[in-house]
């Protein structure tokens, strides 16, 4: 449901929610939430305004409720209930905190030559030997959808995560939208990589107003060492600037590569910031305990066989939130 928050009649800010059984969940965009402001208006009290709103939660139909923030009346639904909101900024209510993890982004460049030359040498060596290896990166939508998930599910089993059903990524590509509002945009959602034509890492990657974001990446370990995940990178990279003019024309703001969220200070933050990033922290704001932080919970999860982790998997994740 979306929360439309008025001022004097007139509308300030949006707040997206989703009812998921156990809580309400503000990700409306890829990985983050929270309050949309109208462009100029910093005027919403943003504590108040979902105090007000979650302090009477009830199940409801989707659909769009109207919050007067100079009103007296300003309850919308009723009985309380778990919220879980990530955003790229401090929202400003009671029981947020700083989250461990950070999101790292590239503002892009105009073109392939002057992202190359931002490249420490280190990182120019590794995509040029990657090439050398003679990878086939194929680009698309449905068609790569089997390969994405081989690879996909391999490496969230190593992770000792839950998998997302193939379905799931199968409705993104039916119905994501995106930036495509012209036939000059291509409409690639997945990048997949093939050694002797067996597909060793695949992403997917989703765009919005310049905004693009590689929302899943996977690897297989033995091809690691070959670099594919530098040169997957830097193929996605570029798409992106290729993409870059026609939607400046439409659009003010600045277009960004993102290599979406990862733990500060892990593997993986390390990996991403040898790309010139700039990283910014996330914040949570939620009132229940995530069972992601058990690890015990994972490691018994990551002893089980993928038969059984692949399906079970796909059915407890939308439980998560």
Not at 220 to 242: A, F
Not at 275 to 294: A, C, E, G, M, Q
Request: aromatic share 14%; with cysteine.
């Amino acid at each position: 449901m979306y929360i439309m928050v008025f001022l004097k009649d007139e509308l300030c800010a949006v707040l997206p929610l989703v009812d998921t059984g156990k809580a309400w969940v503000s990700l409306p965009h890829f990985s983050y939430g929270g309050f949309i402001l109208k462009e100029g208006k910093s005027v919403i009290n943003n504590a108040k305004v979902l105090d007000d709103i979650m302090s009477a939660c009830a199940d409801v139909e989707p659909g769009f409720y109207r919050y007067d923030f100079d009103s007296e009346q300003r309850q919308v639904i009723s009985k309380s209930k778990n919220i879980f909101i990530r955003s790229i900024v401090n929202i400003g209510i009671a029981g947020s905190q700083i989250s461990e993890k950070a999101t790292s982004i590239i503002e892009l460049p105009n073109t392939n030559e002057e992202l190359w030359s931002t490249l420490s040498p280190n990182l120019r060596r590794k995509i040029n030997k990657s090439k050398q290896s003679k990878f086939i990166i194929k680009t698309g939508k449905s068609e790569l959808l089997d390969d994405f998930y081989k690879v996909y599910t391999n490496n969230i089993k190593q992770l000792k995560s839950l998998n997302y059903s193939k379905k799931f990524f199968s409705d993104i590509v039916d119905n994501w939208v995106g930036d495509w509002s012209t036939e000059k945009m291509s409409k690639d959602i997945f990048f997949v990589a093939y050694s002797n034509e067996k597909p060793v890492a695949a992403a997917m990657l989703l765009s919005y107003q310049g905004f693009n974001e590689n929302v899943f990446f996977s690897t297989l370990s033995k091809y690691r060492k070959e670099y594919i995940s530098d040169l997957l990178h830097w193929e996605m990279i570029t798409y992106c600037i290729g993409q870059k003019k026609d939607i400046e024309l439409n659009n003010s703001r600045k277009s960004i590569y993102s290599f979406g969220r990862s733990t500060i200070d892990s593997g993986v933050y390390t990996y991403k910031n040898h790309w010139p990033v700039t990283n910014y922290p996330l914040y949570i704001h939620s009132n229940y305990s995530d069972i992601r932080k058990k690890g015990w919970l994972l490691d018994v999860w990551g002893k089980l066989p993928s038969f059984i982790t692949k399906p079970l998997g796909a059915k407890l994740i939308k439980h998560i939130y």
